[in-house]
């Protein structure tokens, strides 16, 4: 574009870069996703859900240089799960904390163990259940109310165009289509729970590394011990073949799906009927939310 060496180079988009001209096109591009799906607003206070690994903490910082421009707030939320193998959660603290100072913002770590007495890998224990679930599980709910402590008025994921074309693809396979109706690039506010948005939904994994290596940020370069489940990598490696051979195909994907899939499954899988919870007041299809049955079950303080 500008005739200096190029740094990067995009094969779906046909394109060569040099380093400051990707940072621009990243940052046009996840500024177009927040206006194409109307995620944010002037005013806005986006709160950025960091575990510390590379796709958060480039949605982090991504977002502080676009909320300037576009007019609204940004701050930290991080969830010290207490996950000790490998030292996992110790190096996931450390630098979101230090990404949030960099930043210069408002932000709030919550220990689970402090906080409830207990961590991820003892609740998975007591109950039965995989890590992953219990995790998730505990995540969805604890941001949600870390959140509305904080007035956030949004909650932004580090979900990448890649982890949707393989959400897709394997709710597909295992004809899940209520879940799939659900694969959306935001999820409005509701009694109790914060509006949640995707800005890196049309973003590609491998730019997301690039602008991580060009901005020289510092994750948190392991995996969760306990690792995503082998399935969804095998659809990945799936898709990457896929890619390699017609540039682009993944974006076209996700982007066709959003416009033309999404709207047929929502008017077909509705919002399900919910209450507010006995305990908690968060949203439930039951008495008890799935969050205060752990708390019970395990026997937690809250
Ligand atoms: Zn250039
Ligand atoms: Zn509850």
Known sequence: MCGKEAAVRLRYANLWLCREHFLEFFERRVERTLRRYGMVREGDRIGVAVSGGKDSMVALYVLSRLGERVGFEVCGLHIDLGISAENYSRVCLQRVVEAFRELGLVYRVLSLKKEYGFTVEEAAKRVRRPQCAVCGLVRRYVLNKMA??????KLATGHHLNDFAVFIVNNVVH????????LKPMLLARA??????????ETPEHDIAAYARFLGIRYADIRCPYGAEEPTKVVGRFLEIVEKRSPGITMMMVRGFIAR???????RFGEEEVRACKECGYPTTG???AFCRLLRRIGARR
């Open 261 to 267: 899939c999404l709207p047929i499954l929502e008017s």
């Open 148 to 153: 509305l402590e904080m007035g956030v008025t």
């Open 192 to 201: 109790g729970l914060v509006a949640r948005i995707r800005p890196l939904l």
């Open 175 to 182: 004809a899940n289509y209520a879940y799939l109706a659900r």
């Open 287 to 289: 008495d008890l939310c």
